[in-house]
């Protein structure tokens, strides 16, 4: 399976962008992007993909990732 190219159309007035998105599971599709990347877990848990990296996420965790692609 490979990482599809995300898209993201920030405000052009602002230097962020900001989602924020509560669902019952996270099912997000394996991605990628030029741009920062700032991920903050209020309350769940899981297995968590994140490039060449397997690990468990709980309540409270904060991701920050840049990937770096080809």
Known sequence: MQPKLEKVFPNLSSSIFVKREVVPYMDYPW????????????????????????????????????????
């Open 31 to 70: 991605h990628y992007h030029p741009e920062f990347e700032i991920i903050f877990v209020e309350k769940s848990y899981g297995l968590r993909f994140m490039g060449n990296h397997v690990g468990h996420f709980g309540d409270g965790d904060l991701m920050f990732i840049h990937w770096k692609y080809f």
